[in-house]
């Protein structure tokens, strides 16, 4: 029951990450439109987050109902999503420090999910 606890909060910060994640999308549209320059990296990662934040929440929900399989996955994209998403972009030259910036502030529910969900009691329960 604890499993299924902790994933219905993740919920939460998921839909925060999708919401934010939309955000760095239009960020990344309104900088274009002004005339700065956005390069290739940026297009494609500012529209492949938000799809990847909507399949990640499927998967929240499908753990909360008990889907150990989707749990599993959950946990593993909270833990290793942050990381790599940010060690790309503080390699220099990829991307601008604001982009890098709204990249950390999408991370940060992420974040959250993988302290909820790799919590020892999650874990011990085999619901």
């Known amino acids: 029951m604890e499993t299924r606890t902790a994933f219905s909060r993740s919920e939460k910060s998921i839909k925060a ?36 934040a909507v399949l990640m929440h499927r998967m929240a929900v499908a753990a909360a109902r008990g889907s150990r399989r989707a749990s599993e996955r959950v946990r593993t994209l909270a833990v ?24 950390i502030v999408c991370m940060l529910p992420v974040i959250r999910v993988a302290f909820l969900t790799r919590t020892a009691a999650p874990r011990a329960d085999p619901s």
């Open 17 to 52: 990450y999708v919401v934010l994640s939309a955000c760095a999308l239009v960020a990344v549209v309104a900088v274009a439109s002004a005339g700065h320059t956005v390069n290739t990296f940026m297009w494609v990662r500012a529209v492949l987050l938000p799809v990847v």
């Open 80 to 103: 290793v999503m942050p990381v790599a998403i940010v060690a790309v972009d503080l390699i220099p030259g990829v991307c601008p420090p604001w982009y890098t910036a709204t990249q």
